[in-house]
């Protein structure tokens, strides 16, 4: 199968059943993986502050600055997490937080400094998300590369591509007015890649997004890597409602599964797919069979828990579940840059 356009990436979402898109993401699938092997890791998010000035109205997880209940966790808060990760045998954190002003870039440097030296690569870290690395660049008065370069210095080897939910300057103004814009967000992504720092897509469906504005999402996923060549993986998970100021349903599993078909389908130059446990439990499993390929096991994500997902602990039990289904399931290490490799 060639690559295929927007129009036929909508014909096909509107026209075919699921067992054609099975079939198609699955040859695509192939050609860069085993198709009875998956691989995951096992990974917390670590929510370091929740306070915000960004309104997202999808969020149930922030508060404005000296509103109460706002926190910023310690190191030794921070340390003690990644140890509790380190005891379910994880190796992955993901840092996540609010648009803190109150936190400047250096504050970031300096805690990713004291997690690389005090666990060395022992336990891998996504520094960022780019949404909070234009942040940061901003208020610090730094180009994207002068910020990038500070993060590699302070041991960072990930900023990952979270924080995009709809890429589309529309959905950016109905939902996110005050985060970023999309130009903004695929500058700084570039100069992330080009500073030698390894990235990922992400992308979040189930709010009031059209199917164009998902498949220009996808299309701008695609044209970037094309130029690109630094994206690693492409996850998609779906809007958790509640508690949100937005609201809305969730959408079902099955609408999700056929996302993922249609994301593989179209994202040709992506090698890794990955499902969503955090957002679909064990329903995730079901997208390995329509193209996915990867997923991580996570034991903590405080901002999406608190918009109602459901952190399922018994790790062992839901790997039980792609087994069940047939799939041979490996836990991956994330990846070092190969230009950091020996720094
Ligand atoms: S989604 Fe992130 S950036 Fe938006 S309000 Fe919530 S914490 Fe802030």
Not at 144 to 170: K, P
Not at 232 to 256: D, H, M, N, V
């Amino acid at each position: 199968m060639s690559r295929i356009s927007v129009d036929e990436a909508r014909e096909l979402w509107l026209r075919s059943d699921d067992e054609e898109l099975k079939r198609l993401a699955g040859e695509v699938r192939g050609r860069y993986h085993d198709p009875n092997r998956a691989t995951y890791m096992v990974m917390r998010i670590i929510n370091y502050t929740n306070v915000c000035v960004a309104q997202c109205d999808y969020c149930a997880f922030y508060v404005l600055p000296n509103q109460e209940g706002g926190y910023v966790l310690s190191r030794e808060d921070v340390f003690a997490k990644i140890d509790e990760l380190l005891e379910f045998g994880g190796d992955l954190v993901g840092f996540n937080g609010g648009f803190n002003p109150k936190l400047p870039l250096d504050y970031y440097c300096g805690l990713f400094a004291s997690v690389r030296e005090r666990y060395g690569e022992r336990v891998e870290f996504y520094a960022l998300t780019v949404a909070e690395f234009v942040f940061l660049a901003d208020r610090a008065k730094l180009s994207y590369a002068e910020a990038a370069a500070r993060l590699r210095d302070a041991g960072v080897h990930w900023v990952t591509g979270g924080g995009s939910e709809i890429l589309t300057e529309d959905f950016r103004a109905r939902h996110a007015k005050w985060k970023y814009t999309v130009a903004d967000y695929f500058d700084a992504q570039r100069a992330i890649v080009e500073s030698g720092l390894r990235t990922t897509a992400t992308m979040v469906i189930g709010f009031d997004e059209t199917l164009d504005e998902r498949l220009e999402h996808l299309q701008r996923t695609r044209d970037f890597q094309d130029e690109t060549g630094g994206l690693f993986s492409f996850l998609c998970w779906t809007s958790k409602p509640y508690g949100t100021a937005f609201g809305g349903r969730e959408i079902s599993p099955q609408e999700y599964r056929r996302w993922i078909a249609l994301s593989r389908i179209f994202l040709d130059n992506v090698e890794h797919v990955r499902t969503s446990v955090l957002t679909q439990n064990e329903a995730a499993f079901r997208a390995l069979d329509y193209g996915a390929d990867d997923f991580d096991l996570p034991i903590e994500d405080e901002v999406t828990q608190k918009a109602g997902a459901r952190i399922e602990l018994d790790l062992e039990g839901l790997l039980a579940i792609p087994r069940r289904l047939g799939y041979e399931v490996e836990y991956r290490r994330a990846e070092r840059p190969a230009a950091l490799a020996g720094s």
